[in-house]
């Protein structure tokens, strides 16, 4: 089976360049979750999703940085403008509801440089 | 508000020796509680979870952990390190909701 796809793996930009994270969950996850990882402030959750909804976008820094889910099988994390701050890895991460389980599947990540 | 604390961000060990990384939580409900790995470059995977039935836990690895209501304890053991269990760990709680708020993780090295 297939896991959680992220593209690209590897973006190197220009401040002020827009940039776009895309993740493709697990097929029949319906939660869906972007973490952001730095050496200063670890694994921070941006914002999640539940059945394409966005329920808890509180962790997202700033409004540079955007999220959207249109279908059960794409998100994207849009950051417009970059700062050389934003430079992390990025990571998407998919869950089924069943509780019982709990557990989060995760992309191998998005590593975003900006210059 | 729940969190998790690990103490010590590196953690050194021999192989052969026993491992022991600790985390504690914080939470206003019975707490599920999850410890992943990373590995280089990778994304995390979950090694094992505590969701209110035994206390002890068992993983992936050789790994187990231990839920201490009395302690707010869950910490990750394993008896004997192997050269490849050279990662990053991370403790994690959720509170019944999708939500896992991650520690801060502690990078484990294995010297021969």
């Known amino acids: 089976d297939a896991g959680v796809i992220q593209s690209p793996r590897h973006e190197v930009t220009e401040m002020g360049q827009e940039v776009t994270l895309r993740c493709k969950p697990i097929s029949g996850h319906n939660s869906l979750f972007w973490y952001r990882q730095t050496m200063m402030r670890g694994l921070e959750l941006l914002i999640y999703f539940n059945n394409n909804v966005p329920i808890d976008d509180s962790g997202m820094p700033e409004d540079r940085f955007s999220a959207k889910m249109p279908n059960a099988s794409f998100s994207t994390l849009k950051i417009q403008p970059s700062e050389p701050r934003d430079s992390a890895v990025y990571f998407c991460?998919?869950?089924?509801?069943?509780?019982?389980?709990?557990?989060?599947?995760f992309g191998e990540g998005s590593r975003l440089t900006v210059l | 508000a729940q969190s998790v604390t690990q103490l010590g961000s590196h953690v050194s060990v021999s192989e052969g020796a026993l491992v022991l990384l600790r985390c504690n939580y914080s939470?206003?409900?019975?707490?599920?509680l999850f410890w992943y790995v990373q590995y280089p470059n990778q994304g995390l995977q979950l090694l094992l979870k505590y969701t209110s039935a035994a206390t002890l836990v068992k993983g992936i690895n050789g790994f187990e952990a231990e839920f201490k209501k009395s302690e707010t304890s869950f910490h990750l053991t394993k008896p004997s390190a192997h050269m490849s269990d050279a990662a990053e760990y991370f403790c994690?709680?959720?509170?019944?909701?999708?939500?896992?708020?991650f520690g801060t993780g502690t990078r484990l090295q294995v010297f021969p």
């Open positions: 994690a709680v959720s509170d019944y909701t999708d939500k896992l708020i």
């Open positions: 939470s206003s409900v019975p707490p599920y």
């Open positions: 991460a998919s869950s089924s509801r069943d509780r019982s389980t709990g557990e989060l599947f």
